[in-house]
C-alpha cells in the first residue's frame, strides 16, 4: 500500500494567490483529516470527513479556507487568497479504525 | 471537549539516558494512543492503550495507562540518536472519530 498521498510536498506562492493542497487516502479508509501544523499552534486539526461527508470543519479559521471530498480516493483543501500567516506543513490523515495513518504532507510558504 | 497536557514541552538527553514524557487528561479515557514524529517528517502512530493500569512494550519503548485511566506516560530506555523527534499523545472523545493531540515533547538526544 503506498499510505496517504499528498501534493504537492512543497508549495511557495505570493500573498492573494489560490493555493489548493491535495490528498488521496489509504484506499478502504473511510475517514479523512486534515491538520494544520506550527511551532507556535502544534498540530490543530482543521476539517474531517466520514464517508465523504464534513463532519467537522469547526478548526479551519476563516472562509478563506475550504476543503471538498467529492470521492472517496481524493479531497482537496484551499486556501483563497492565501496570506503569510497560513504558511506551514498541512497533513491529510485517513483512519483505520482508531488509528490515523499521516501523509507526508505538504509545506506551504506564502510571501 | 477534552483537555490534554503533555509534559514536558522539551527534553534534551544523553544517549543511553532514560527519557518519559507524560500525558495527562481532565477527563477519564476511553483508550490514548501515542505518536512520534521524526524531525521534517509525519506523525506514525506508535501504540493504543484501552485498558486501566496497561502497560506494553516496544523494545527500549514502555507505554503505561493509568488505574483512573486520565494519564498515561512514554519511557524510553537508554535513548539512542534515531529515538529523535517529538512525541504525541492522543486522546479519542468519544465515539467519535477525531483524536485530540497533546502539544508534544519535543526530545533530542545528543550523542
Known amino acids: 500500500d503506498a499510505g496517504v498521498i499528498q501534493s504537492p510536498r512543497h508549495e511557495v506562492t505570493e500573498m492573494g494567490q489560490e493555493v489548493t493542497l491535495r490528498c488521496k487516502p489509504i484506499?478502504?479508509?473511510?475517514?479523512l483529516f486534515w491538520y494544520r501544523q506550527t511551532m507556535m499552534r502544534g498540530l490543530e486539526l482543521l476539517i474531517y470527513f466520514n464517508n465523504n461527508v464534513p463532519i467537522d470543519d469547526s478548526g479551519m479559521p476563516e472562509d478563506r479556507f475550504s476543503a471538498k471530498m467529492p470521492n472517496a480516493s481524493f479531497s482537496t483543501l484551499k486556501i483563497q487568497p492565501s496570506e503569510p500567516r497560513d504558511s506551514a506543513v498541512y497533513f491529510c490523515?485517513?483512519?483505520?479504525?482508531?488509528?490515523?495513518?499521516f501523509g507526508p504532507g505538504t509545506r506551504l510558504t506564502v510571501l | 471537549g477534552q483537555q490534554v497536557m503533555q509534559i514536558p514541552q522539551y527534553q534534551h538527553v544523553q544517549e543511553g539516558e532514560d527519557f518519559t514524557t507524560y500525558c495527562n487528561s481532565s477527563t477519564t479515557l476511553s483508550n490514548i494512543q501515542w505518536y512520534k514524529q521524526r524531525p521534517g517528517g509525519h506523525p506514525v502512530f506508535l501504540i493504543q492503550?484501552?485498558?486501566?493500569?496497561e502497560v506494553k512494550k516496544q523494545k527500549r519503548l514502555t507505554f503505561q495507562f493509568g488505574e483512573a485511566k486520565k494519564n498515561s506516560s512514554l519511557h524510553i530506555t537508554a535513548t539512542q540518536t534515531t529515538d529523535v523527534g517529538t512525541y504525541f499523545c492522543a486522546l479519542p472523545p468519544g465515539s467519535a472519530r477525531q483524536l485530540t493531540f497533546g502539544s508534544g515533547t519535543q526530545l533530542t538526544v545528543l550523542p
Open positions: 490523515a485517513s483512519t483505520q479504525g482508531d488509528t490515523q495513518y
Open positions: 492503550l484501552v485498558k486501566s493500569g
Open positions: 484506499s478502504g479508509h473511510n475517514s
